[in-house]
């Protein structure tokens, strides 16, 4: 098992009021993606738990162009891998934040 974690700066704080959303399911080529709302407004933090061994680097490109992308401030994730490729990251991550953007009902 091997555990991977990037912090990244972002140019704003993500939109939306829910305190956390979860997207998922820890299988064999997907993975599990919680959020939660507990950085300050221009941090990101993501956690990795992984199977998967030496993939440091694909995972790291993966989550840089998904801060770049989204700028997802004031957020840390947590992920479980279960052998996902990086589209599949890349879509659960983008899932995780439109869950999060909405607002609390």
Same mark, same amino acid.
């Given at each position: 098992m091997?555990?991977?974690s990037?912090r990244? *700066?972002?140019?704003q704080r993500?939109? %939306? @009021?829910? @305190?956390?959303? +979860? +997207? %998922?399911?820890?299988? @064999?080529?997907?993975l599990?993606?919680?959020?939660e709302?507990v950085?300050?407004?221009? #941090?990101? =933090?993501v956690? +990795?738990s992984?199977?998967? #061994?030496?993939f440091?680097a694909v995972?790291?490109? $993966?989550?840089?162009d !998904? $801060? #770049? *992308?989204s700028?997802?401030g004031g957020?840390? !994730?947590?992920?479980?891998d %279960? %052998?996902a490729?990086p589209d599949t990251?890349?879509?659960?991550l983008? =899932?995780a934040v439109r869950?999060i #953007?909405e607002?609390?009902?």
């Open positions: 091997e555990t991977l990037y990244h *700066r972002a140019q993500m939109a %939306g @009021s829910k @305190s956390m959303a +979860i +997207i %998922g399911v820890v299988a @064999s080529g997907n599990e993606v919680l959020a709302r950085l300050p407004d221009t #941090e990101c =933090q956690d +990795i992984t199977a998967a #061994e030496g440091g995972w790291e490109a $993966v989550v840089a !998904f $801060v #770049e *992308r700028s997802p957020l840390k !994730f947590s992920i479980n %279960g %052998g490729r990251v890349a879509l659960r983008a =899932q869950l #953007e607002n609390d009902r």
